[in-house]
């Protein structure tokens, strides 16, 4: 089975009165102290995971880390992270990314990036090279081919053109398929040293209106880290999980006291109370905090998460499954 079918066998319903309990009953998963500690979005990110895990234990930093880790999935040419991911209406694949540092709690972003090979690494440089935050589009570009970062030509014009002939023909003829998924890869890491950092990349949703920018660079969204709590983030439908910040909500959950996998649940429980029943949500999360506890939940049943530490690595089931009734 494809990971752009677990997007699509969705199981979501509306939460009764016990379910307020759900997960709270659940032992927290946790490392018994093992670190490093790296937890990722689906069960390709097992590989990110494991790139990571090999720069850390080489001595380098918690940002190399995550940004090797990361590159392994946009360099995989799966179709889902990076150049080989979906395109656009307009046929341009556009990336977004970004990357957080809980040490100093600095940031960087990209959003609606075209023709660069490693989205992530345009990300670090916004963080560290300039006093901005975010770079969207065109200027995104310039930004990383004057860091010389990777890239591949882009003719925007060309594929404009091709599609507006292509909306003309559909206005004549009705759609004959839906516009494919997409699948996101956030990646976080809790060091030997007890910092935390995380990034999160993606090609976003397939057949989308060019410009259209998900979760995955919003920080607080798509991504949160806290250097005295813990991180989380997140995959499926960015739209929903913008409109609720969910990492935020997760990360502010745990410093509550809830463990990563009750945050990540309450997050859906949050949502779910706000949403119409019956709403096909596609959201799912994962997470980790100080004390080296890890957890996932989410709304998509075909879900998994990559849990890496020296010892093991491994690919788990969404803990959610069975929680969530339709």
Known sequence: ?????????????????????????????????????????????????????????????????????????????????????????????????????????????????????????????????????MLVGEGARMFALEEGLESVEVNSRERYEQWQKQRAAARAKPAEKKPEGHDTLALLVLGADGNIAGGCSTSGLGGKLPGRVGDSPILGSGLYVDNEVGAAGATGLGENVMRYCSAFLIVEFMRQGMAPHEACMEAIRRTIKAEPKGANLSINFVALDKKGRYGAAGTDRGFAYSVTTPSSSRVLPNPANGKLDR
């Open 1 to 133: 089975m494809t990971r752009r079918n677990f997007l699509n066998q969705t199981a979501l319903g509306v939460l009764t009165a016990t379910t307020a309990s759900i997960g709270r009953s659940a032992e927290p998963n946790a490392t018994k102290g093992e670190m490093p500690l790296i937890v990722s979005t689906w069960g390709f990110g097992k590989a990110a995971n494991e790139a990571a895990l090999k720069v850390l234990l080489g001595h380098g930093s918690l940002l190399d880390a995550v940004e090797q880790g990361i590159w392994v999935t946009e360099s995989a040419g799966d179709g889902s992270v990076g150049l080989s991911g979906g395109s656009n209406a307009a046929g341009v694949v556009q990336l977004d990314a970004c990357i957080m540092n809980g040490p100093d709690h600095k940031a960087g972003s990209v959003a609606g990036l075209e023709g660069i090979r490693h989205p992530i690494s345009a990300a670090r440089r916004v963080m560290e090279k300039t006093r901005h935050v």
